[in-house]
């Protein structure tokens, strides 16, 4: 049946011309934007996803450059380290020269000088954007602003850790979560420390004080603070002040500040050290060895020494070369001093060089992990979202020849009710 009121044709060729229109629409978008799904419209599912993963992209750049600031911050410290090192190791060698008796140690002190300037120019000189891993001292910070220390000691410089941020951590939940490389620092200038003038932790922070006889060992014990059940019984403060007095010739401070991480064994080490460059100086038949906490001080031809312990709180830790200031070879008992000394401060700063390179090491592998990480994740976001230009260019040219053929079948369909006429005729 013919009808001039409905043509079914024309519905039929106008509704396959819209879907091939829209067919043809969506695959030019896909062209022009090089994605299968540029919207949240078009597969809302892969959309969030592959925004989610974008966003992950986004921070994972600006991590490598964190990485990248960092391992320079890292790699200055490093070689600042390692030309101190060095200095001290030439410094050694005069120290040795200066044990021969028949030398000029006026002059060999002249150069020890120079290049403890030197060092000390180094350290000052050994930053990066204002950061400085070899002095704890630039521009008021304190050890509570670097890793939070809270108690007596906060705010005592001479310590610290600085975090270089490493990744973002994504869990089950999508819960995201920073994390840090820490670099310690080493503070390798020759600052003196300062005591505080607090006096609230008890006598047994340090045990054992009393008379050596001539030719006898006496031990003493660093206990820690033991006094205030808040802050954990036995624990060793930043900016407790250990000092040993009482050696018969000994007119200095034997004296040794804690640092923030500092243990027993750490104090006990320093001051070891402290007291048998003091005793070297003075010519004083004084020694010491410690291990674990304890300091063994032998008392060799001296008639008498008594030992006394004092603690205070609230003190500034001195720069980890602070002997080196106090170096003096013009004396034949200075310079046996130095030599007791220099190879304790040459370990330290071999230490902190080391440590920086195990730093930038593991920077270095996590700037390349997070580089490859970034491109798995852009390979990742393409596999989903990316349109297969192959197929498209195919479909695009099938569609083209459907649309035209799809405008001669609604041509013909609207040539359908003008044949009616003839049977008027």
Known sequence: MSSILTNNGAM??????????T????TQNEISTGKSVSSARENSAIWAISKTMESDVSGFKGI???????????????????QITDLLTEIKGKIVAAQEENVDRDKIQTDLSAMRDQISS????????GLSLLSNREGGATVAQIVGNTGAGAGVLGSGTVGVLASLDRDSAGNVSASNISAGKADLSTTSGTAGAGTDLAATAMTGAGAITAGSTATMTVVGDTTTAARGGNRVLAGDAYTIGGLTGISNTVQYIARDGDTVTDIARGLTERLNFEAKSAGVDISAT???????????????????????????????????????????????????????????????????????GRIDIQSEYVSSLMDSLKSGIGSLVDADMEETSAKLQALQVQQQLGIQALSIANQAP????????
């Not at 964190?66 to 390692?82: D, M």
């Open 64 to 82: 490598a450059d964190s990485l990248a600031l960092g391992s320079s911050t890292i790699a200055v410290a490093r070689s600042a380290s390692e």
């Open 23 to 26: 067919d043809m629409a969506k």
């Open 122 to 129: 180094i350290v000052g000189a050994a930053q990066f954007n």
């Open 290 to 360: 410690s291990s674990a906490g304890a300091i063994d001080i032998t008392n060799g031809t001296t008639a008498s020494v008594t030992t006394t312990s004092a603690l205070t709180t609230a003190g500034t830790a001195a720069g980890g070369l602070e002997i080196l200031a106090d170096i003096d070879v013009s004396t034949s008992d200075g310079a046996a001093a130095a030599l007791s000394a220099i190879e304790g401060l040459t370990q330290t700063a071999i230490r902190a060089a080391a440590d920086f390179g195990s730093v930038q």
């Open 418 to 425: 003008q044949n009616i006429l003839a049977l008027f005729r």
């Open 12 to 21: 039929v060729a106008l509704a396959t011309l819209r879907t091939i229109n």
